[in-house]
């Protein structure tokens, strides 16, 4: 059997890598009258061809249905290790990110796919493109939306939609669904049919099972990437893809900032770790160390989280898949670049700034002994309404030891951050340059990077 390379797909917004063994015999996929099996007839029944799906995720899932709608006939039986569909039900913060809907051409979406572009533009868009997929959950009660940055979601905003809709279509088509299951090994029987050997996780109990058709739909997992290679095909080392960046800043790391947003909202600091700052759109440049010379520089616009660990959110995540064997070979160490306000030139930046302390200081003429109005009056207590900016993120970009990096050159511009305490009016033109400056290139230490749960 000779060695495939198939694209990953990104059904769902979950990356999965789906290979499809099929054996020398063919199935009439003709129409026919919907029947319904237990889960012990599914294996016991072999007056029907039975197709073997390993991994109940998205793609798995999504796949078994499909075949039943093709061929209503084919006993279909999926095997998950774990809970089905459990990434489904977290992917897109909870809303689950279906599919891409700014670009429903094969070469708009193959200009945006980091790699497989190649296969994107041939049988994918044929096949099953996110026109499709759209179209199978619409005609299938799920309502969608497409927002402006072109993820579709469903209009309920909740995964469980989606989990419903899969699973429900699963069980009412007659696809059984056994947890708590591996497939351990695999190999082709003189017959051309595969032998499987399927094991229980908890207890200790081995079966042998023989399947007419085999789907493999395990992602990222090693173990679909070792039936693989037992059935004779060859493997393209994969690396880490869609992950955040862990930043080095003790700032963020001791949860200063977070803790900024428990006084602020009153929480109690057992919810530290699970609030986010969101910032609905930056400019990212990733610059890596370590590697060959003339690398390429990775750049994205969108929306981005900063937590306690770091920074996440779709404009990191995007610069993660783009770098993702570049970020491997650097071991994950570089500067990222942020520009904090990108539809700004940061000229104009300036002028805002000035203009905001020349309307400050008129306030402090007309109010000298008023303490109120004093307290607004303060660096860390205001800023131009036009930056878009949160106040505690705001304080904490002030107060931080700026790193900035060109060609990885070093340079601090305060040693211990402007001091919030004193007046706008009282800000010079310098330090008003240098905030322009923070807000359009912040530089952040990459140190590592998180894998997404």
Excluded at 133 to 155: A, N, Y
Excluded at 365 to 390: A, I, R
Aim: proline share 4%.
């Amino acid at each position: 059997m000779k060695g495939v390379r198939l694209p990953c797909s990104s059904l769902l917004g979950v990356s999965l890598t789906v290979r499809l063994v099929r054996t020398s015999c063919s199935l009439p996929f003709t129409c026919c009258e919907r029947k319904f099996c237990s889960t012990t007839r599914c294996l016991e029944n072999r007056s029907k061809p039975l197709l073997l799906v390993v991994g109940g995720g998205a793609a798995g899932i999504y796949a078994s249905v499909r075949a039943k709608e093709v061929a209503p006939h084919l006993n279909v039986l999926v095997i998950e290790k774990g809970k089905p569909l459990s990434k489904v039900r977290i992917s897109g913060g909870g809303r689950c990110n279906v599919t891409n809907g700014n670009f429903l051409e094969s070469k708009g979406l193959a200009g945006n796919y980091p790699r497989g572009n190649k296969e994107l533009k041939g049988a994918y868009f044929s096949t099953h493109g996110p026109q499709d997929t759209m179209s199978w959950f619409s005609s299938h009660g799920v309502d969608l939306k497409i927002e402006e940055d072109g993820r579709v979601f469903p209009v309920s905003n909740t995964s469980a939609s989606i989990v419903d809709c899969l699973l429900g279509e699963a069980k009412e088509r007659g696809v059984q669904l056994h947890t708590g299951k591996v497939i351990s090994s695999a190999s082709i029987s003189c017959k051309g049919k595969f032998n499987l050997k399927m094991e229980k996780r908890t207890v200790d109990y081995v079966e042998d099972i023989e399947v007419d058709f085999l789907l493999i739909a395990t992602g990222s997992n090693q173990q679909g990437y070792q039936l693989a290679v037992q059935l004779g095909h060859s493997i393209v080392q994969p690396m880490p893809s869609i992950f955040t960046f862990k930043i080095e800043d003790t700032k963020l790391q001791c949860g200063y900032l977070l803790a900024c947003i428990v006084n602020m909202h009153k929480c109690t600091d057992g919810d530290i770790r699970t609030w986010k700052i969101t910032l609905p759109k930056v400019k990212a440049r990733l610059k890596l160390e370590n590697i060959y010379k003339n690398q390429p520089e990775y750049t994205q616009v969108g929306p981005m989280l900063v937590t306690h660990w770091g920074l996440s959110g779709p404009v990191i995540l995007r610069l993660s898949a783009w770098g993702a064997r570049d970020l491997f070979l650097s071991e994950y160490k570089g500067f990222l670049c942020i520009d904090f306000i990108p539809d700004i030139h940061v000229e104009d930046l300036k002028v805002i700034l000035s203009q905001h302390r020349d309307h400050m200081a008129v306030l402090s003429s007309k109010h000298v002994d008023h303490t109120s109005v004093y307290m607004k009056q303060q660096l860390s207590n205001s800023f131009p309404s036009e930056f878009g900016l949160v106040k505690r993120f705001w304080g904490y970009l002030l107060d931080r030891e700026v790193i900035q990096s060109d060609e990885a050159l070093v340079i601090n511009l305060y040693s211990n951050g402007l001091d919030g305490d004193q007046p706008w009016a009282c800000i010079a033109n310098k330090s008003l340059n240098s905030i322009a400056l923070l807000l359009k290139q912040c530089s952040f230490k990459v140190i590592g990077k998180v894998r997404l749960v």
